[in-house]
């Protein structure tokens, strides 16, 4: 019997020195299964048991007991002084300092075509126009056909597109916006709109397949090439400085009659002659003229009480102009380098 005390009390004294070194979790977990667990010392001490009396038994019995909830319990005690100090080093190292400065980029800029896009129907809403916008997936209906371009008229060429079939394309100017509202509202009618439209051009530093045009259009009783003209002086004095003047030149257009293409005073040279304006003076930013009376009549709009002009600005060469920029591809590559100059 008293080698059976001696083992529970070496076992008791070996437990409370091992557990000195227990650490973490994983070897409370060892040092519980090494003297608690099936095969553990307490476990084999008490195998010994049989060999002992039945005045023994309850003795041994109850140091055996004494010396197992002294382990259980200093074991839990261990366990959840680890659990609690591993929580706090997790605390800690996950800890979030939210006074270090953010490594994060500041804020972007706007786009400079939605910058030139911007500036020039600020210019069309301070003279009383609203916008108006339009799909970029177009009937032949609209971008075509009432506009005087029928089937097989060469116009059709010179804008050689992008076709889903036969009736449906990515529309080539916006001017099918003239259609849409002429045909959806009734005169006075003064709108403008911006969008993107797409020509089977190949890119290089003045042309893309995909570009963006402002159209305008006025219809009322009386407008005149007169209030054409006096509206794209204003917008070219307003855009590029009080010194730019405009320059008409006569064109064809099949939805407009008559039509002009306009030129401005080089931005860059003020009309001297450069290379921007490959000496001329005059660059060449839009198309417009007297809306067709056959147009009008398309939508229902009687040519013979109303008239109205339209004009399609081309936004790309307009923003290189505004902001200096020689090379349309640089509009459309998302270089960080170049858009960040804008801000
Ligand atoms: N839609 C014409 C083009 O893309 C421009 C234009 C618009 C001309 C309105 C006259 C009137 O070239």
New binding site residues.
């Given amino acids: 019997m008293s080698d059976i005390k001696e083992s529970l009390n070496s076992i008791r004294e070996e437990f409370d020195k091992a557990l000195e070194q227990v650490k973490d979790s994983q070897a409370a977990e060892q040092l519980r299964v090494s003297f608690l667990g099936k095969k553990g010392q307490l476990t084999q001490v008490l195998k010994g048991m049989g060999g002992l009396t039945a005045e023994e038994r309850p003795v041994i019995g109850k140091i055996a007991n004494d010396v197992r909830s002294h382990m259980e319990s200093r074991l839990e005690e261990i366990v959840a002084k680890i659990k609690e100090e591993e929580k706090g080093h997790k605390l800690r190292r996950e800890v979030i300092d939210v006074t270090i400065p953010s490594d994060r980029k500041g804020a972007g800029s706007r786009h400079p075509l939605n910058m030139a896009i911007n500036e020039i129907c600020d210019i069309f809403l301070g003279l009383g126009y609203s916008i108006a916008e339009g799909p970029e997936v177009e009937y032949d209906k609209y971008n075509f056909e009432l506009l005087r371009i029928p089937e097989g008229h060469p116009a059709r060429d010179t804008q050689d597109t992008f076709y889903f079939n036969d009736k449906v394309l990515l529309r ?4 099918g916006m003239q259609i849409r509202v002429m045909e959806q509202q009734k005169p006075p009618l003064k709108v403008i709109c911006p969008g993107k ?1 797409y020509r089977s051009d190949a890119l290089d530093a003045t042309h893309s397949p995909v570009f963006h ?1 402002i ?1 305008g259009l006025v219809v009322d009783k009386g407008v005149t090439m007169g209030d054409l003209v006096g509206s794209l002086r204003l917008f070219a004095k307003k855009l590029f400085g009080e010194n730019t003047e405009i320059r008409l030149r006569p064109h064809h ?1 099949p ?2 009659e008559p ?1 002009v293409e306009v030129d401005l005073t080089c931005w860059k040279c003020g009309g001297k002659g450069c290379n921007v304006c490959k000496g001329e003076g005059w660059i060449e930013v ?4 007297m809306v067709h009376p056959e147009v009008l009549q398309n939508c229902g709009i009687d040519p013979e009480v109303y008239s109205g002009f ?3 600005i081309g936004v790309e060469r307009t923003a290189m102009g505004r902001y200096g920029i020689d090379d349309i591809r640089l509009l459309y590559e998302n270089d960080v380098r170049f858009l960040e100059q804008f801000k």
């Fill in positions: 080539t100017q916006t001017s439209v045009q159209e257009f939805f407009t039509s839009l198309g417009a003229g339209a004009f399609g």
